[in-house]
């Protein structure tokens, strides 16, 4: 040991030479470099982030005077202390990057990763091509625009080069062609999101036959058009072909005549038809394929399912059709299998309890049909079982003993019968459990053993009866609980407690007596939906301010209970963005003051309502507003409120008792309006020709009014209902109404018009319904 120490003494203290190797003072021109690209940019930074404090910036630490070798981002070589590795990605600086950029001083660079810079888009410069040692090149998510310069094919020492997601970056085939022919070790290409449409369909299977090196090769959203040729899939040394998201690839998958090293194959949404080649089954180093949202027909090959590493396999929306492969017990690696949104008849094989090492299983929005196999619930390693949307029947099976690892189970929009089993509530791990759109029936046990991570539970639109048991709402990590659309009842007594619950939907049941005072705990909940139910009692709806998140609540369609509102309710409701209180008999309402802000949705109708409360309807952010069916009399008063909601989409004043002339001030709402409901009151006067500068308006029903004179000269081009009927309008018929392509109902039955019957309404391909 000794000795060592020795030897180092020497070489240090009598050969500076030697010693000189450890010292990492960088050149002087290349620090001035690095200085003056740093001040070249502008920082911007999260204030609501400490991390995006400038202090955690990598330039922070480039100060003048400092060595440039320990500065955070540069990289020198520890012989000539040059410059050879910047790395800048994600540093959040932004600005215009020039043709003088002293970045391009820099020539010993080895490694440049600049990627995540706002360049502000500026050209993809032709110095880019003057760094001859670069060996790695990222420059993704900078924004440059124009062509990609012919010199970066002088880069021939590139292993990888990542561009993408530089969407006006434009690629000529002499340019690409050249790259891949004098950068012989290229082995990444990443180029998702750039410009190929200029690239001639085989010329760019051509280029990529001349490199032996390359390993991935991503082309996501590149344009590309024409049909896949093998060339690609059969490159010596690919593992990873993206190709995804070409919308102008067409033609079918082409037959393979090679054996490949091939391990991700993205074909997802081109526009493949025809099958699917047995010949596939030549990718036997495959350990993910992805050829969902194509047009491919035809059966799934039983060779497909054979492939040995094959652990993720997503064939959904697409045509396909026939039985799925009974070949599933040679098939022990997988890990995902998605085939959804196809035609695939017929029933899953009961060899699938051989798939001991599946994780996810996925047949969604199929046409799969039969009894769901008990084989499949006895999967121990599954965590994913994703069965929507098809045509199962019968009754879910009861084996979900073995099911230990379990996290999500869909099987929403099917025709399944009977009771939930009760196997299924003694899981531990599961977190989504989706049975919505069912027929199941039964109560739910008063008891359960599992569910302790449960946070969706979701069982609306089935026949379960029964009380409502208390861990519904109780469970420690439950977000959204849906129970709507069934034959519940509860306990006004239950004492709900989860701290966690956000959604509850218990709408469409048999809930009767009061609202039980316990939900009025759940401290996290955002939006509660009772409406349609058989609630009871008088109460004051200010109690509901003890949920402070509260963005949406319903209690329309119970005709047994009674609402009114305090005179003040102060900043109580400042976050309600939805409110839906139909048919609840609403009193003591209209000297109602508070804050309303973030109103977005207001559902009085079916009330007897004769006045309104400011607050509420000048909240300045309402799209829909219905006050149907009450006893308002003054047009003006809601007209002038409706001015003041900027972005009013939809107003139904129907069934009332408003009188008078429609105001001026109407013209003056929201222009964007697409639904305006003034039928069934006691309005007169003339129909206001600014009715024609409302071009979203796609429904106007003023029928059973007593309005006069000829209808407006215009109307909306996308109008799909307009009904007038009842009215005292006289007059022809306004061409301009052969502009209305749309037009689904025109009832202009019951007044005083007079024309011919107009050649121009056999135009209107859309009509269903006429009354004139």
């Not at 909240?619 to 009399?633: A, D, K, M, P, Y």
Request: aromatic share 8%.
């Amino acid at each position: 040991m000794g000795w060592l120490l020795l030897c180092m003494h020497l070489l240090i203290f009598h050969f500076p030479s030697f010693s000189s190797s450890f010292n990492f003072l960088c050149h002087d021109d290349e620090s001035s470099a690095l200085l003056q690209f740093k001040s070249s940019f502008t920082i911007y930074t999260n204030p609501y982030s400490a991390y995006d404090e400038p202090s955690h910036l990598k330039t922070a630490t480039w100060k003048n005077g400092s060595d440039c070798c320990s500065w955070n981002g540069v990289t020198c070589d520890t012989i000539s202390g040059h410059v050879i590795g910047l790395n800048l990605g994600r540093e959040r600086i932004k600005g215009t990057l020039h043709p003088n950029s002293t970045i391009f001083h820099l020539t010993h660079l080895q490694k440049l990763n600049l990627s995540y810079i706002y360049f502000s888009d500026s050209p993809f410069h032709f110095k880019f091509g003057g760094f001859p040692s670069l060996r790695h090149l990222d420059l993704s998510y900078c924004y440059f625009k124009g062509e990609v310069p012919i010199q970066i094919s002088h880069l021939s020492k590139l292993e990888s080069l990542h561009l993408s997601f530089n969407d006006d970056l434009v690629w000529k085939e002499t340019t690409l062609k050249r790259l891949v022919q004098n950068a012989t070790n290229l082995r990444e290409l990443v180029l998702d999101q750039t410009n190929m449409s200029l690239i001639r369909p085989n010329s760019i299977y051509l280029t990529f036959n001349q490199s032996s090196s390359l390993v991935t090769l991503n082309l996501q959203q590149t344009g590309l058009s024409g049909k896949l040729k093998k060339s690609l899939l059969c490159l010596p040394n690919i593992q990873e072909l993206d190709m995804s998201y070409n919308n102008n690839l067409k033609g079918q998958l082409p037959e393979l005549s090679c054996s490949t090293s091939l391990k991700i194959l993205d074909l997802y949404e081109c526009q493949f038809k025809g099958p699917i080649p047995v010949s596939f089954s030549n990718l036997t180093h495959l350990t993910s394929l992805i050829i969902s949202k194509n047009n491919l027909n035809g059966s799934i090959p039983s060779s497909l399912l054979t492939l040995p590493h094959l652990t993720h396999l997503s064939l959904y929306d697409n045509d396909l059709s026939g039985q799925i492969p009974n070949v599933f017990p040679q098939s022990n690696r997988f890990q995902e299998l998605h085939l959804r949104n196809n035609k695939i008849g017929g029933e899953i094989p009961s060899s699938l309890s051989n798939l001991q090492q599946l994780t996810s299983l996925d047949l969604s929005v199929n046409k799969i049909g039969g009894e769901i196999p008990s084989s499949l619930l006895t999967l121990p390693q599954l965590t994913v079982l994703h069965l929507s949307s098809n045509s199962f029947s019968g009754q879910i099976p009861d084996v979900f003993g073995r099911m230990t690892e379990l996290q999500l189970l869909n099987l929403a929009h099917n025709n399944l019968q009977g009771q939930i089993p009760s196997s299924l509530f003694n899981l531990t791990q599961l977190v989504e459990l989706d049975f919505y759109n069912n027929k199941l029936e039964g109560p739910l046990p008063n008891k359960i053993t599992g569910f302790q991570n449960l946070t969706y539970l979701i069982l609306g639109y089935n026949l379960l009866n029964g009380t409502i048991p208390l861990w519904c709402l109780s469970l420690p990590s439950l977000i959204t609980v849906d129970l709507s659309n069934n034959r519940l009842t509860w306990h006004v007594d239950d004492a709900f407690s989860s701290n966690s619950l956000e959604v509850l939907y218990l709408n469409n049941n048999m809930l009767q007596g009061e609202i039980p005072k316990s939900i009025f705990s759940l401290a996290s909940l955002r939006d509660l939906q009772l409406h349609s139910n058989n609630l009871s009692g008088l109460f004051n709806i200010q109690i509901f301010s003890k949920l402070q998140n509260l963005v949406s609540l319903s209690l329309s369609q119970n005709s047994q209970l009674s609402l009114n509102f305090e005179s003040n309710v102060s900043d109580s409701f400042n976050q309600l963005f939805s409110l839906e209180l139909s048919s609840v008999n609403l009193i003591k309402f209209h000297k109602l003051q508070g804050n309303f802000t973030n109103l977005n949705i207001l559902d009085l109708s079916n009330n007897k309502l004769n006045g309104m409360p400011k607050c509420l309807i000048e909240t300045g952010h309402l799209q829909f507003l219905n006050l149907s069916q009450n006893l308002f009399t003054s047009i003006d008063q809601l007209i002038e409120m409706a001015v003041n909601n900027e972005y009013l989409l939809d107003i139904d004043l129907s069934f009332n008792s408003l009188n008078g002339d429609i105001p001026l001030a109407v013209c003056n709402i929201n222009s964007h309006l697409e639904f305006l409901n003034l039928g069934h009151n006691n309005l007169s006067g003339i129909i206001p020709q600014c009715f024609s500068n409302f071009q979203s308006l796609r429904f106007l029903d003023l029928q059973m009014n007593k309005f006069h004179g000829t209808l407006p000269s215009n109307f909306s081009k996308i109008i799909y209902i307009l009904n007038l009927n009842g009215n005292l309008l006289e007059g022809l018929l306004p061409k301009s109404l052969s502009h209305c392509k749309y037009l689904n109902i025109l009832n202009l039955g019951s007044n005083r018009l007079e024309d011919k019957f107009p050649d121009w309404l056999q135009t209107m391909q859309d009509l269903e319904v006429l009354n004139m």
